[in-house]
């Protein structure tokens, strides 16, 4: 008994060798935005299986900075994969342009294959996607939903830790999702053949309201989350008043009147389907975070 799981371990440690290995001969993956909620999750998954990662965004040694196009190149180069997220958001108007210069740049390094996040029904987006789509490079497009880590790691935390969630529409419903199941999509889809040129929609199990994801945070977190509904106007003159960029306030404005205008209200298998599991509950999610401390208000 003792000599078969030796021999199973140490096929297993072989295997996981051989693993490793194989993915260390490629060249290096260059992920985008590695600071950010998706891309810190891509970089760490990458680097747990020892494949050559460059993670890149505006403060790290190796700048890339989308408002700065002479950044890009040596991002790019030895890199053979990209995984790309855009700031602010696909959607702004000047992102399409951005887009098309990049992805000549990386054609022209000799990039082999490129995995782009993306929003789901936005049509600005799709603008953006068919950029890659027809560059003639291997592309997979991944597109999300809300993230639900936009309640601890992003624009909602602050307000959450003092106790409201203001938002324009309390009661729309989006299918919140894990970053960490769409960084799990992505990790595939780079290093998977069988993602090549494929679209995914990626959503949570269930439609959720603000309202409704307020009091799951409220019973994780300890405290009382009160969602609170502002007009839209108003929401967008409190953000001029703290002096947010005039695209990241467009594209407010953008996603609670058109992206959250019903349209997204479904659900799709597609994290099943790539995963081969269901992604993770809301409550998970909301748990998870509270254990790790983002909602402990100093
Ligand atoms: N959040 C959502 O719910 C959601 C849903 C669907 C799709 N998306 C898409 O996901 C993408 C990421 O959005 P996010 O809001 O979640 O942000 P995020 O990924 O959390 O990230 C910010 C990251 O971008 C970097 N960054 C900021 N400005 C940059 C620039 N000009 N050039 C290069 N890197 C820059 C930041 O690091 P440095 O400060 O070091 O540069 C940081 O690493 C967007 O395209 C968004 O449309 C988001």
Redesign the pocket.
């Known amino acids: 008994m003792s000599g078969l799981f030796y021999f199973s371990s140490a096929l297993a440690d072989n295997f996981d060798s051989y693993y490793k290995l194989k993915f260390k001969k490629m060249s290096k993956i260059l992920v985008?935005?590695?600071?950010?909620?998706?891309?810190?999750r891509v970089t760490d998954k990458l680097k747990n299986l020892n494949i050559d990662v460059r993670a890149?965004?505006?403060?790290?040694e190796i700048?890339?900075?989308?408002?700065?196009p002479e950044t890009w190149g040596m991002a790019l180069d030895g890199i053979e994969k990209v995984y790309i997220?855009?700031?602010?958001?696909?959607?702004v108007p000047s992102a399409v342009e951005t887009i098309r210069n990049f992805v000549k740049l990386a054609s022209q390094h000799d990039v082999k294959k490129m995995v782009l996040?993306?929003?789901?029904g936005e049509k600005e987006?799709e603008r953006c996607e068919n950029e890659l789509i027809n560059s003639g490079v291997d592309f997979s497009i991944v597109?999300?939903?809300?993230?639900m880590?936009?309640f601890s790691?992003?624009?909602f935390t602050d307000g959450i830790l003092q106790g409201e969630l203001v938002v324009p529409q309390i009661e729309a419903l989006e299918p919140f999702?894990d970053?960490d199941d769409i960084a799990d999509v992505v990790v595939d889809c780079l290093l998977n053949d069988k993602h090549k040129n494929k679209i995914y929609s990626l959503t949570g199990p269930e439609l959720l309201s603000f309202k409704r994801c307020a009091d799951k945070v409220s019973e994780a977190a300890g405290f009382h989350v009160t969602c609170i509904e502002i007009p839209l106007a108003d929401y967008l003159d409190g953000m001029r008043q703290h002096h947010y960029p005039e695209d990241v306030i467009w594209?407010v404005q953008y996603l609670f009147t058109e992206v959250l205008d019903g349209r997204n209200e479904f659900i799709t298998d597609h994290i099943e389907e790539v995963l081969g599991r269901k992604p993770r509950s809301f409550e998970d999610y909301a748990i998870n975070a509270a254990k790790s401390g983002m909602w402990i208000k100093n």
């Open positions: 985008i935005g590695a600071n950010g909620k998706t891309g810190r890149s965004s505006r403060s790290t700048p890339f900075d989308w408002e700065k997220t855009f700031q602010p958001d696909l959607a996040l993306s929003g789901r987006a597109r999300a939903s809300w993230f880590q936009n790691e992003s624009f999702v970053a594209l």
